[in-house]
């Protein structure tokens, strides 16, 4: 399923202490290999499937990789990075995260790599001196082991943390899908090597399961650049005095803007969204969020975590954006993967209230008693069409219209797998005058899905004029077989973006030839409303 997705590859240069410190943040949300960072290496036999990279062609080793520009072993720092493995993790079945070596070659590192998966099925720091991580090796050591089987699953997603200071101390942590947080696999004392070049990832395979082995959230920060920072006194919690009258709902600058409220847990976690609604940056600071009790008084404030820092437990943030949002979360990273959000920077880890399924106001407000919005929500609000409310959020339609008002707000599109957690809302009302087109046409009449960064992905818009229809969405080759069915009875915005990347249902690219995208609108009852036929092509194969 293709999401709405903000650009947001990037590499940042911090300059700290008069040294340039490279800090690598990689989502392949530009889905290329090209540009910010450049990735050298295996790059054709990779492509870049629903955000994450992959292997597209198998070469006969059974292993892809690639590389970019990194020198943060130096100074020490936090190295950060999602991998995906979907099959039992055996001895060709793995991925490799180096972390830093002092040559260009993924095959045989100098320096230090995490491998997910292998034979033990575990996760392993090691180091390595240059030689074949296959056959015989003299130089490979293992510095840290989890347990054996911590990866011996039919499917593994796991997100790896690992922390090395200047002098040498390291730590390897890791959390699966469904773990609240990061299990410490172990420490180590290791600076046999103490610069590199270089940073990359490999992804080791079989024939039969190179498309289901990947890695996305690529994230290297130089310490020094991000963790010596101060922290502020400790904020005290105070009593609470706030009552409804004291909202200024219309006025408010910084206005709740979106909010999931049920959540599986192990994909999810409830988060509430923030807007910014000014054109100056508005500062967090003693900014917090509570529940209202039904007496009217309120129930335990949760502050924003003041203190920045470059994790993806991060950022704890000290300003939202001109204009800009804030998602906040308890587990931000699985809302980022589950909503395809990718902007890492519009995430917040902190502690939440609980909010009840069926209904609760939520308020917004900061100790100088200032209280800037609330927001009240019910189950009737997901309408007749959601019958599982769970991962389904609720959308702001206009930042003009006040909060409390029920009719501002709509269930996300189900084509944004029903949540814009970090980007605009599906539903949000558009400054644009009126559009011209209804219906549905293709904003490219050919996609050649060969990774090369051109016509990658088919482009459907729409604009229906109404909230609350359903599609039904599949792919026809000429022959009239169906070879990719993108939606069933999924919920539309008013207006909005299909996206298809060239694949069928079984996750290969489809070969070329003509194709037809088929639309059956549906009403709010299920029943047909009218059918659209999109013709294109799909070429370079």
Not at 243 to 267: F, H
């Amino acid at each position: 399923m293709m999401k709405f997705k903000s650009i947001l590859l990037i590499i940042l240069t911090l300059i700290v202490n008069s040294a340039q410190a490279i800090i690598v943040i990689e989502d392949f949300a530009d889905k290329d290999l090209k540009n910010n960072p450049e990735w050298t290496g295996d790059t054709a036999s990779m492509k870049i499937y629903k955000g994450e990279l992959r292997v597209a062609t198998p070469n006969s080793n059974g292993y892809s990789s690639v590389y970019t520009k990194s020198d943060v072993l130096k100074n020490g720092g936090t190295w950060m990075a999602w991998f995906y493995i979907g099959a039992t993790p055996t001895a060709s079945n793995y991925t490799i995260f180096v972390l830093g070596s002092e040559n260009d070659d993924m095959n045989a590192p100098k320096g230090y790599f995490v491998k997910v998966g292998g034979s033990a099925k575990n996760i392993c720091l090691l180091s390595n001196g240059g030689e074949s991580l296959k056959g015989a090796n003299t130089t490979m050591r293992t510095l840290i082991k989890s347990e054996d089987k911590r990866v011996n699953a039919t499917s593994v997603k796991v997100f790896i943390r690992v922390t090395r200071d200047s002098v040498g101390n390291w730590k390897l942590e890791s959390k699966l899908a469904g773990e609240s947080d990061y299990k410490t696999e172990g420490t180590a004392f290791d600076n046999t090597y103490t610069t590199s070049n270089y940073a990359g990832i490999g992804l080791g395979y079989t024939q039969s399961k190179y498309s289901s082995i990947g890695a996305d959230n690529i994230r290297i920060f130089e310490k020094d650049s991000v963790m010596q920072q101060e922290e502020p006194d400790e904020i005290p919690l105070k009593p609470d005095s706030i009552t409804t009258e004291d909202i200024y709902d219309a006025e408010s600058t910084l206005k709740i803007n979106e909010v999931m409220p049920d959540a599986t847990k192990d994909e999810t976690e409830e988060y509430i969204e923030l807007i910014n609604t000014t054109d100056r940056e508005i500062s967090l600071w003693q900014t917090w969020i509570a529940v209202r009790k039904k007496d009217g008084s309120l129930g335990t404030k949760y502050y924003f975590p003041y203190r920045m820092e470059h994790d993806f437990d991060r950022p704890k943030v000290r300003y939202v954006e001109p204009r800009g949002v804030v998602c906040v979360s308890e587990a931000p990273e699985l809302d980022s993967m589950f909503y395809m959000s990718r902007n890492g920077s519009h995430f917040c880890r902190m502690d939440l209230p609980s909010l009840n399924n069926e209904g609760a106001c939520i308020v917004i407000g900061s100790d100088d008693k200032t209280v800037h919005d609330e927001f009240c929500y019910n189950k009737s609000m997901f309408g007749d069409m959601i019958k599982n409310r769970k991962n389904v959020a609720l959308e702001r339609i206009s930042v003009n219209k006040p909060s409390l008002d029920a009719a501002n707000w709509k269930v996300a599109s189900g084509v944004t797998n029903y949540g814009t957690p970090g980007y605009k809302n599906s539903n949000a009302e558009s400054d644009a005058p009126e559009a011209v087109k209804k219906g549905f046409w293709l904003e490219n009449d050919h996609l050649s899905p060969n990774g090369d960064g051109y016509n990658d992905i088919l482009l459907v818009n729409y604009n229906t004029g109404h909230d609350d229809y359903g599609a039904n969405i599949t792919i026809y080759n000429m022959k009239g077989k169906p070879v990719r069915t993108l939606y069933n009875n999924i919920m539309l915005s008013s207006e909005g973006t299909i996206e298809w990347d060239g694949t069928d249902d079984n996750g290969k690219t489809v070969e070329s030839g003509m194709y037809v995208m088929m639309v059956e609108m549906l009403s709010a009852r299920g029943k047909k409303i009218r059918t659209y036929k999109l013709a294109f092509a799909v070429t370079g194969v």
